[in-house]
């Protein structure tokens, strides 16, 4: 089993940071892409960044590029998102989540964000 923990969340105002940070412990961090998802009050969650083993591969949602950059530590077991210029429509709970091949099938419990206009 993995366990991930998020956090790193917060209210911020517009235009604003925040750096998420996921750690991962349990079974191996590795060979595994990990991935940030965030779910806004009444809507589905988004998949919203991606990055690969080695860290030399990534992937963004439309919204978030240019803004948004994903990174890991394997020696720390830690994923982390760092989010710029956030705006009020990226308030949403943001999860990570661990890709063990087949599937999504690791998730932390998610930490709140929150921009303020």
């Known amino acids: 089993q993995v366990q991930l923990v998020e956090s790193g969340g917060g209210l911020v105002q517009a235009g604003g940071s925040l750096r998420l940070s996921c750690a991962a412990s349990?079974?191996?961090?590795?060979?595994?892409?990990m991935g940030w998802f965030r779910q806004a009050p009444g809507k589905q969650r988004e998949y919203v960044a991606r990055?690969?083993?080695?860290?030399?591969?990534?992937y963004y949602t439309n919204s978030v590029k240019g803004r948004f950059t994903i990174s890991r530590d394997n020696a720390k077991n830690t994923v982390y998102l760092q989010m710029n210029s956030l705006k009020p429509e990226d308030t949403a709970v943001y999860y990570c989540g661990l890709f063990d091949g087949i599937s999504w099938g690791y998730w932390g419990q998610g930490t709140q964000v929150t921009v303020s206009s």
């Open positions: 349990g079974r191996t961090f590795s060979p595994y892409a």
């Open positions: 990055i690969n083993w080695t860290g030399d591969n990534t």
